[in-house]
């Protein structure tokens, strides 16, 4: 399971979530028999009462919430879209310990890939790499457009799970 949120890029997602302050719990012995126990969060929390030997003490408390940045984390369909592609984007062999990790797309990348030879080949790379991830995978590969200065000399590689498109990316000469 991968659990850190990644862009396309690889680069983690870095996020701003409010979220309370860490609980504190503390437990506090003493020579006279009484029993305290303090549950205390936040910055501005007061000092409990001071209690005679025969008192029994609980404090509980919580701070106001805080704006923190953290890395965000991948849930559900998150997770199933990055592990696609992170498998796409790591090269086979890469992984050391795993030499079945990977694809071997990037190999493509230096063939003629407007020839449809290479378009089936690169349609079976991405199938074989998603089909242990994904339940109903499906890949499509398309000669599009696009607005860079090889605007012909691209496919356009999308992953789908039934109807629903996971991933897309732009395999360039």
Same mark, same amino acid.
């Given at each position: 399971?991968?659990?850190i949120k990644t862009n396309n890029k690889g680069d983690l997602v870095i996020g701003e979530q409010e979220e309370y302050p860490k609980l504190n719990i503390k437990w506090?012995? $003493? %020579?006279y028999p009484s029993f305290r126990l303090l549950f205390k969060s936040g910055r501005a929390m007061?000092?409990?009462a001071r209690l005679? $030997? %025969?008192?029994?003490?609980?404090?509980?408390?919580l701070g106001a919430k805080e704006k923190r940045k953290r890395c965000m984390s991948v849930l559900h369909d998150d997770e199933i879209q990055q592990r696609v592609?992170?498998?796409l984007r790591t090269e086979l062999g890469d992984i050391s310990g795993d030499s079945e990790y990977?694809?071997?797309l990037h190999k493509q990348k230096h063939?003629?890939?407007i020839d449809a030879a290479v378009q089936k080949a690169v349609r079976d790379i991405v199938m074989d790499a998603v089909i242990d991830i994904l339940e109903t995978p499906d890949v499509k590969v398309r000669k599009d457009k696009t607005n860079g200065p090889f605007f012909c000399q691209n496919l356009n590689v999308y992953v789908y799970d039934g109807k629903k498109e996971i991933y897309n990316f732009v395999l360039e000469e």
């Open positions: 399971m991968i659990d506090v012995r $003493s %020579e007061e000092e409990p005679t $030997s %025969e008192q029994l003490g609980i404090q509980f408390g592609t992170t498998r990977g694809t071997e063939q003629d890939i």
